[in-house]
């Protein structure tokens, strides 16, 4: 049984460009959240999506982005990048909407910003 | 609003001796709480959670963590640790229900660095 999945796993982009991440949560998991890790500190909430819908958001800026598809799958975007935005981006699936209480993360999307 | 305190930043210890990580955390609503470790160039995996229920929860590779809610605490310790233990360990709180129960809060991170 396939585990959480995201693509890529590393990128580079220069600053001012967009990005897109991709996530495909455990079959039969409704619950997608992304998470954004910088170097030496804790994962930060940005969003929570379950069934489709956003239900939860952390404090980041409106370049920040994302959607839940039909099949769960999600996508983070990033518009206007900036160099503190590199950072190891971490989605999680969960069947429901507490989203830590029977959460699986993926091996994250390395993101550097140059 | 929520906030989590791992009061050590790193913790050395040697191979076979007992560790405690300590995680403080606030809160206005109730909580559950986790404990997740990370291995270097990997994503989380759950260590052990509290719900409901009993205040001291193990998990499968001998470790534990109480929840003391008077002292809005819960450490993470181990009797007897090994090599593989060296890791990245951080704790998290989520709101138990409510519009927000999909959010989440993680501490800074603890390094356990086992030596034999």
């Known amino acids: 049984d396939a585990g959480v999945t995201q693509s890529p796993t590393h990128l580079i982009k220069t600053r001012g460009q967009h990005v897109t991440l991709r996530c495909s949560p455990i079959?039969?998991?409704?619950?997608v959240s992304w998470y954004q890790q910088v170097l030496g500190q804790g994962p930060q909430f940005i969003f929570q999506?379950?069934?489709?819908?956003?239900?939860g958001r952390g404090n980041f800026p409106d370049r920040f982005s994302a959607r839940q598809f039909p099949n769960y799958s999600s996508e983070l975007n990033v518009n206007a990048l900036l160099l503190g935005d590199s950072a190891l981006y971490l989605c999680?699936?969960?069947?429901?909407?507490?989203?830590?209480?029977?959460?699986?993360f993926g091996q994250g999307t390395r993101l550097t910003v140059v | 609003a929520q906030s989590v305190t791992q009061l050590d930043s790193q913790v050395p210890v040697f191979e076979e001796a007992p560790v405690e990580l300590r995680c403080n955390y606030s809160?206005?609503?109730?909580?559950?709480l986790f404990w997740y470790v990370q291995y270097p160039n990997q994503g989380l995996q759950l260590l052990l959670k509290?719900?409901?229920?009993?205040?001291l929860v193990e998990s499968i590779n001998g470790f534990e963590a109480e929840f003391n809610k008077s002292q809005t605490s819960f450490h993470l310790r181990k009797p007897s640790v090994h090599i593989s233990d060296t890791a990245e360990y951080f704790c998290?709180?989520?709101?138990?229900?409510?519009?927000?129960?999909?959010?989440?809060?993680f501490g800074d991170g603890t390094t356990l660095t086992v030596k034999p």
């Open positions: 999680a699936s969960s069947l429901g909407q507490a989203s830590l209480t029977e959460a699986f």
């Open positions: 079959s039969g998991h409704k619950s």
């Open positions: 999506y379950y069934e489709k819908e956003e239900r």
């Open positions: 809160s206005s609503v109730s909580v559950y």
């Open positions: 509290y719900l409901s229920g009993s205040t």
């Open positions: 998290a709180v989520s709101n138990s229900h409510g519009t927000n129960a999909g959010k989440s809060t």
